[in-house]
């Protein structure tokens, strides 16, 4: 699976959207780009997925480029209970074994 | 509602001493996983089954096993328990091996002394 690179941490004001970019120039056609979250040690949670289209749920929008070597998790409206790991993932659809990286520290303040 | 639990919680062992964590889910899925995470890394992948009967080694297996007799459970043993397995373990699962998403349980702290 292609490695990503994250920001270590970034901090976000309260009702603002946060923006969290993510680079993964090896990326092959295969691999899609996943999102997950973990809340202070708690078993991490799914946010989205996207192969090469935009995609938007009800918790985020994910925006990959053109070359599909970077994307960006957008949450449109932080609040504090969206303090959290963010991790960003590329992964074959076969086999959802996913590797973890160290993720993105997000600081939602008031 | 369908649930992934892992059990117990909490505990501590000693050195030496053999350990099972359990991991139940209700989904039916047929994917299971187990990982570990110590303080301040990333989860890495221990051992993952894709159905009964199957299993198969992670990353960092030296030490775990596992077994999957049905499709609901997947426990992780260490047979010689080590201080350096100590650690948060998270267990997952997801439907099938193509494109979905993984749910994860709240995770075991295992304490090795």
């Known amino acids: 699976d292609a490695k990503t690179t994250q920001p270590t941490s970034m901090d976000c004001a309260e009702g603002r959207a946060a923006n969290l970019p993510c680079n993964h120039s090896t990326i092959s056609g295969n691999e899609y780009v996943y999102w997950y979250r973990q809340i202070h040690s708690q078993g991490p949670q799914y946010i989205i997925h996207g192969l090469k289209n935009n995609e938007t749920n009800e918790m985020a929008s994910l925006i990959i480029t053109e070359d599909r070597k970077s994307s960006t998790l957008i949450l449109p409206h932080a609040t504090l209970r969206d303090t959290a790991v963010y991790y960003c993932?590329?992964?074959?659809?076969?086999?959802?074994?996913?590797?973890f990286g160290g993720g993105t520290r997000v600081l939602v303040k008031p | 509602d369908a649930e992934i639990t892992q059990s117990p919680r909490h505990k501590i062992t000693e050195t030496g001493r053999q350990v099972t964590l359990a991991c139940h889910q209700t989904?039916?899925?047929?994917?299971m996983f187990w990982y570990r995470q110590d303080l301040g890394h990333g989860l890495r992948l221990i051992h993952y089954?894709?159905?009964?009967?199957?299993?198969n080694k992670g990353e960092v297996s030296d030490g775990y096993s596992v077994s999957r007799s049905n499709t609901e459970d997947l426990p992780l043993t260490l047979e010689s328990a080590a201080s350096s397995q100590t650690s948060v373990y998270f267990c997952a699962s997801s439907e099938s091996r193509e494109n979905t998403e993984a749910f994860f349980g709240q995770g075991t702290r295992l304490t090795v002394v």
């Open positions: 993932i590329v992964n074959r659809a076969a086999g959802n074994k996913l590797t």
């Open positions: 089954s894709y159905g009964v009967q199957d299993t």
């Open positions: 989904w039916n899925h047929n994917n």
